[in-house]
């Protein structure tokens, strides 16, 4: 192989690294914003805060998974899995404005999270 195939895969491999991401956080959004409707005592103002919100959801996903191994989602790892996305849902609210739940609400919307991210199509593995 030559350097001109290397560095060619080498941007498809990139492009597709930011259009996983970029896919990930809208379906982050969509998923939140679905959650945040359909959950007692959880709210986000606006827009703004919503997309924000999905960028945090989705860096303290990454984080966690980077350092712990563990997935943040509600039907990634069984019970462990539905308690840190209860508690990402919860912590998120001290890093977006316009966004605020409460104990019991990050609870139930970590289970209708989970259950909507279960149902919308596609591999979101980074």
Do not use: C, H
Request: no cysteine; net charge neutral; aromatic share 14%.
């Amino acid at each position: 192989m030559d350097n001109n195939q290397t560095s060619s895969r080498s941007n498809t491999n990139t492009a597709s690294t930011v259009w996983q991401i970029v896919g990930r956080l809208v379906v982050a959004a969509i998923v939140l914003g679905i959650t945040a409707f359909f959950t007692p005592g959880f709210s986000i103002n606006n827009i703004w805060s919503l997309g924000l919100a999905a960028i945090v959801l989705t860096v303290i996903d990454y984080l966690i998974v980077k350092f712990t191994g563990l997935q943040a989602t509600p039907f990634g790892k069984g019970f462990v899995g539905f308690v840190l996305a209860a508690i990402t849902l919860y912590v998120t609210q001290y890093f977006v404005a316009g966004y605020s739940i409460s104990w019991i609400a990050a609870i139930i919307g970590a289970l209708i999270y989970g259950i909507i991210d279960y149902f919308i199509p596609g591999d979101q593995e980074m």
